[in-house]
């Protein structure tokens, strides 16, 4: 199983980006869907989470600005991120749970500046 994660950058405050992850090498749906991020001396965090229904649910500090979404054919799952603040500089991790397991993907920097 590979999750490759995509769409990191340098943004200015304010701007937008989107993530996209996609999942590959298994056969099934992925049932658990979701962006976390790590910034530098932190602890990796939960950004959004959305499930095979399309029950989502964000973290506190996203809530408003960020949108997950999930295309369950192709086996991808997006981050919308709009009203980017400089505390949003991390790197971004998707992770997706199947089968019991739980599968993360490589990381994406998103850079804010302000």
């Known amino acids: 199983v590979q999750l490759q994660a995509s769409g990191g950058g340098l943004v200015q405050a304010g701007g937008s980006l989107r993530l996209s992850c996609a999942a590959s090498g298994f056969t099934g749906s992925v049932v658990v869907m979701g962006w976390y991020r790590q910034a530098p001396g932190k602890e990796r965090e939960l950004v959004a989470r959305?499930?095979?229904?399309?029950?989502?649910n964000y973290a506190d500090s996203v809530k408003g600005r960020f949108t997950i979404s999930r295309d369950i054919r192709k086996k991808m799952w997006y981050l919308q991120m709009a009203d980017l603040k400089p505390e949003d500089t991390a790197v971004y991790y998707c992770k997706g749970s199947m089968k019991g397991y739980d599968y993360w993907g490589q990381g994406t920097l998103v850079t804010v500046s302000s």
């Open positions: 959305i499930i095979i229904s399309g029950e989502a």
